[in-house]
């Protein structure tokens, strides 16, 4: 998708400086597998009363949401979901995405389980890339963390489909102590000549993980897993641009791995990225307790300039940095701060 240039207003900078450059859109709450750090099949299980088709934003308000973030700078857009490929129609959604001038890029975050029958409408409707999750090669390992024995090969099937198709591969490992670190290496070597792989530290996100400091590995420990007691050496790389939130290394084939280190190492101070989920509510950050209503003014028949004004006015107080604050946090509430779902703001 060529970049486009628009007339816009002077982009929207934070109470910290920080610039609104990346929106990631939820289209939908529901998830056809049930990770234990996401969606604990002990909470969304059978019963779990996930949201109507009719409260979902359509597409038409999600492209008219997504022009107003735009004139307020955001550059790069991300779908997410829950998984963002129940939702049905995709591709016609990132086509509309794609026509909105000073858009640059669309990516999407997805657990590859239908790219085989969708990635082919998705490059072709202007997807540039996807991010994968995949946690583990390791059948067991890999179906308790998914909550439902799903097999990895079939996220191998979407990941080679998305390649075949031409759309650049990213794969997110979340990485749990106890739980799959002893894998991480057979999944580096299986994988890094086919794609960047990026591993992610055990985070706080919703309230039914069960999160422990814990069960969190630091960079270095990761990296050391991922050389499998070998010599392997690996050489941290510049970043690419403010507010990327990899810290990035290469092995002495020029493979990438990005570190995700949201607890260890926190980046809150470069952080560009607003969320809107399923509904229309604004989140100004991953850990944030409530969000802003967008959807509602619109259905009231509020302008485009009079929704500008209420991210402007919310965008422009932003002080969020939970991660840096997230020892103090938890000390005062007992890691008991209720935070909405990651299904809702797709992570």
């Given at each position: 998708m060529p970049s486009r240039q628009a007339d816009l207003s002077p982009p929207l900078t934070d109470a910290l400086g920080r610039p609104l450059r990346d929106l990631r859109l939820s289209v939908t709450d529901r998830c056809n597998l049930r990770c234990t750090y996401c969606m604990p099949k002990e909470v969304f299980g059978p019963d779990f009363a996930f949201l109507p088709r009719s409260e979902l934003l359509s597409f038409e308000e999600l492209e008219r949401l997504t022009r107003v973030f735009v004139r307020g700078g955001v550059q790069k857009l991300r779908l997410t979901g829950g998984e963002p490929l129940l939702r049905k129609g995709l591709p016609e959604l990132i086509a509309r995405l794609g026509s909105i001038p000073g858009v640059q890029d669309i990516a999407m975050t997805t657990n590859g389980l239908l790219l085989p029958r969708l990635a082919h409408?998705?490059?072709?409707?202007?997807?540039?890339?996807?991010t994968v999750s995949l946690d583990s090669l390791d059948p067991e390992v890999f179906g308790r963390m998914n909550g439902l024995g799903v097999h990895p090969e079939r996220v191998l099937d979407g990941i080679e489909a998305a390649l075949t198709?031409?759309?650049g591969v990213k794969i997110n490992t979340v990485v749990q102590r106890g739980v799959?670190?002893?894998?991480?290496?057979?999944?580096w070597r299986a994988l890094r000549g086919k794609a960047v792989l990026r591993f992610i530290e055990?985070?706080?996100?919703?309230?039914?993980?069960g999160w422990n400091l814990d069960a969190v590995l630091p960079p270095r420990e990761v990296l050391a897993r991922l050389a499998g007691g070998t010599d392997e050496v690996f050489t941290p790389v510049q970043a690419n641009y403010r507010g990327e939130v990899a810290t990035r290394y290469t092995d002495a084939q020029g493979h990438e791995a990005g570190l995700i280190t949201s607890v260890s190492a926190p980046f809150c101070g470069d952080c560009t990225r607003a969320r809107l989920s399923a509904v229309g509510v604004l989140y100004t950050c991953l850990f944030a307790s409530d969000g802003l209503d967008l959807r509602s003014p619109l259905l009231e028949g509020a302008s485009d300039d009079e929704v500008y004004a209420l991210l402007s006015e919310r965008w422009n107080a932003r002080t969020d940095r939970y991660s840096e604050e997230r020892g103090e946090v938890t000390r005062k509430n007992g890691a008991a701060r209720q935070k909405v779902e990651m299904?809702?703001?797709g992570g």
């Open positions: 409408d998705l490059k072709a409707a202007g997807l540039k890339r996807v198709a031409g759309l799959n670190e002893h894998t991480l290496a057979e999944l055990f985070m706080d996100v919703g309230n039914h993980n299904s809702h703001i």
